[in-house]
């Protein structure tokens, strides 16, 4: 049996909103099988919103939720976290309706986590095997899932900047692989956008200590964590917004030019293309190097 697992203990930290520029605390607590992920609002009476694609809210360029009185968002960089590591059980408790920024990345979650530690739980994991291709288009923006035996992703971005009018990476996701190669991407964004995400309230946390600043000549940053940052930061989000289907996912992503927007509607496709897929109990290939990472919240 491939067993669900929530933290050991408690852990919390603070940081600032990227968007709200608010200093926020989070705390990560342990949960029951079968939970879920859940924000938990502190400020809201324990209003509590699951991690489900059913309550996706506004994209305003990060992944937001919402249920009844209660919204969060800047949700994706914590879920690529959690799922990477394969926690499917756990309270995301916030005071504010932000996830704080940290440093831009998933790596300051994956040290939050560690420091918890992992427990295995008494009940069995499911995953959602693809067996036939699912795509979605808009404009030059794809999205696909083809058959595979494990998770893989490959990911192409293009850009009019001579920085980035290309990058292309793939690959297979394991909780090591995404610890090394992917977790420490940060997001990005062009000085030329930053004015304009401020006028209209967004960016407010924003700086160079939480965001890659693209300049026409290049980096405003020191230097950057990989040659392929930004793609990597992508695949990153993807993760993110692919835990919202609700199953740990084994099959090979796709994308191009893809973002947020396309990423959860996707996910919402996924679920709605019954015949494109199957629930399994266990991996594949369970002793293989790259177990398909876990993509853990259950549907509420």
């Not at 879920?79 to 704080?100: C, F, K, Q, T, W």
Request: with cysteine; net charge negative.
């Amino acid at each position: 049996m491939d067993a669900q697992r929530t933290l050991r203990r408690q852990m919390s930290c603070a940081g600032i909103g990227l968007h709200s520029g608010n200093k926020v605390t989070l705390s990560l607590k342990p949960a029951p099988p079968d939970f879920g992920i859940r924000f938990r609002r502190t400020d809201l009476d324990g209003l509590e919103v699951p991690a489900t694609i059913d309550n996706l809210a506004q994209i305003r360029y990060a992944t937001g939720l919402a249920r009844d009185r209660a919204s969060v968002e800047t949700v994706e960089h914590l879920l690529a976290a959690l799922v990477s590591v394969g926690i499917d059980n756990v309270i995301v408790e916030l005071n504010y309706p932000e996830v704080p920024i940290m440093d831009g990345s998933a790596a300051p979650f994956i040290y939050l986590i560690h420091e918890a530690g992992v427990k295995r739980q008494a009940a069995s994991r499911r995953y959602l095997k693809v067996i036939r291709p699912i795509s979605l288009s808009r404009g030059d923006k794809r999205i696909a899932l083809y058959p595979s035996d494990h998770f893989k992703v490959t990911y192409s971005i293009s850009y009019d900047h001579p920085m980035l009018r290309h990058q292309s990476r793939t690959i297979r996701v394991s909780e090591e692989s995404f610890i090394e190669e992917i977790a420490p991407a940060r997001t990005f964004t062009f000085l030329k956008e930053v004015e304009m995400l401020r006028q209209n309230g967004l960016a407010l946390g924003g700086s160079l200590d939480n965001a890659v600043v693209v300049g026409e000549t290049g980096v405003l940053n020191n230097a950057l964590r990989f040659e392929d940052e930004f793609v990597r930061h992508k695949i990153l989000d993807a993760i993110g917004d692919l835990a919202l289907v609700g199953y740990p996912v084994i099959g090979h992503l796709v994308a191009q030019r893809a973002g947020h927007a396309l990423h959860t509607a996707f996910a919402a496709k996924i679920l709605e293309e019954t015949d494109c897929w199957r629930l399994v109990e266990s991996p594949v290939d369970e002793t293989a190097e790259g177990v398909p990472v876990a993509l853990p919240i259950k549907a509420n």
